[in-house]
């Protein structure tokens, strides 16, 4: 079964402290060499998918977690536009449907699991039920569970089924990254009064996203732990400093190259056979 490449921001420790995750190191590349090295990382990206396309043996998950304005959506767009959009494919998680709640919590997004040869993200995903359901317990009462009783092992039971349904989808086949974007809180803040300011961001602006913020010191509980007890080696957590957007959009595309390389892709080798087939389309095209 896969394991993932040692990487700075890898999470391989049960001590993992979200509030202590969102540092940056002391030495950056400044805008403009930070975007020139994503340049570098993306072009190769598109190498990689098209022999994980071609190849059609694995498929690449990527999750992506964080809290409101950290960045998920432009760092997706901007680490994937080198992508053929025929391999890859992407499902945003909010508010679940009467349909979803009629299920178990993974049902809706194992739906949309990639199938071999594709890139499959899911911004937001299956750990909301361990992080906002976390922080708003009361959610839960939507869920029509049998004998409810919302307690530290009812979380840790969750935590239990996301990784053992990572563990069978990694032995199937399947590369599982997950980035944990954390902005720190004074950047947060300064965003959301950017949305207020700038007419281009007034759209992006929810009250509701403030109504959160009131619980970062509750978020920060369920991240940790949730990031403590999944991050396995075949379906790691990076905790990526998110207030250096140029900087986070290159490490992201870093980490998914090398997970990619480890696997070792390759286009299909082309047997006797077919090559004789081909043989005789080469006639029949000169001819």
Same mark, same amino acid.
């Given at each position: 079964?896969?394991?993932?490449?040692?990487?700075?921001?890898?999470?391989?420790?049960?001590?993992?402290?979200? #509030?202590?995750?969102? #540092? %940056?190191?002391?030495?950056? +590349?400044?805008? !403009? !060499?930070?975007?020139?090295?994503? !340049?570098?990382?993306?072009?190769?990206?598109?190498?990689?998918?098209?022999? %994980?396309?071609?190849?059609?043996?694995?498929?690449? %998950?990527?999750?992506?977690?964080?809290? =409101?304005?950290?960045?998920?959506?432009?760092?997706?767009?901007?680490v994937m536009s080198g992508i053929?959009?025929?391999?890859?494919?992407?499902? /945003? $998680?909010?508010?679940?449907? /009467?349909?979803?709640? =009629?299920?178990? $919590?993974?049902?809706? #997004?194992?739906?949309?699991?990639?199938?071999?040869?594709?890139?499959?993200?899911?911004?937001?995903?299956?750990? *909301?039920?361990?992080?906002?359901?976390?922080?708003?317990? *009361?959610?839960?009462?939507?869920?029509? &569970?049998?004998? %409810?009783?919302?307690? +530290?092992?009812?979380? =840790?039971?969750?935590? *239990?089924?996301?990784?053992?349904?990572? !563990?069978?989808?990694?032995?199937?086949? #399947?590369?599982?990254?997950?980035f944990w974007l954390n902005v720190?809180?004074?950047?947060?803040?300064?965003? $959301?009064?950017?949305?207020?300011?700038?007419?281009?961001? @007034?759209?992006?602006?929810?009250?509701?996203? &403030?109504?959160?913020? *009131?619980?970062?010191?509750?978020?920060? /509980?369920?991240?940790?732990?949730?990031?403590?007890?999944? /991050?396995? +080696?075949?379906?790691?957590?990076?905790?990526?400093?998110?207030?250096?957007?140029?900087?986070?959009?290159?490490?992201?595309?870093?980490?998914?190259?090398? @997970?990619?390389?480890?696997? =070792? &892709?390759? $286009? +299909?080798?082309?047997?006797?056979?077919?090559?004789?087939?081909?043989?005789?389309?080469?006639?029949?095209?000169?001819?």
């Amino acid at each position: 079964m896969y394991s993932a490449p040692k990487h700075e921001w890898l999470v391989d420790s049960d001590q993992f402290d979200a #509030t202590q995750a969102s #540092t %940056l190191p002391q030495q950056v +590349p400044d805008r !403009k !060499k930070a975007k020139k090295k994503l !340049k570098g990382e993306v072009e190769k990206l598109g190498d990689l998918q098209e022999m %994980l396309y071609a190849e059609d043996q694995h498929s690449v %998950l990527l999750v992506f977690q964080a809290l =409101d304005a950290a960045g998920k959506d432009s760092t997706i767009r901007a680490v994937m536009s080198g992508i053929n959009p025929a391999g890859c494919q992407v499902f /945003s $998680f909010k508010k679940p449907s /009467s349909l979803e709640l =009629d299920h178990d $919590f993974l049902w809706r #997004t194992a739906k949309r699991l990639p199938e071999r040869g594709r890139i499959g993200i899911f911004n937001r995903s299956y750990y *909301e039920e361990v992080l906002v359901v976390r922080v708003h317990p *009361e959610y839960l009462r939507f869920q029509k &569970l049998p004998e %409810l009783d919302v307690s +530290p092992k009812f979380w =840790d039971e969750r935590l *239990e089924s996301i990784a053992d349904h990572e !563990k069978h989808l990694a032995r199937n086949g #399947t590369m599982i990254l997950k980035f944990w974007l954390n902005v720190s809180r004074d950047e947060q803040k300064r965003r $959301f009064l950017s949305r207020l300011d700038e007419p281009e961001k @007034n759209w992006k602006f929810s009250e509701a996203d &403030l109504d959160e913020r *009131e619980h970062w010191d509750d978020y920060m /509980s369920a991240f940790s732990d949730a990031i403590r007890q999944t /991050s396995k +080696p075949w379906a790691p957590w990076y905790a990526i400093p998110a207030d250096n957007k140029p900087y986070m959009r290159w490490q992201v595309a870093q980490i998914i190259r090398q @997970n990619l390389e480890q696997i =070792d &892709l390759a $286009f +299909p080798k082309v047997d006797s056979k077919t090559r004789e087939t081909f043989m005789n389309a080469r006639r029949r095209l000169e001819e």
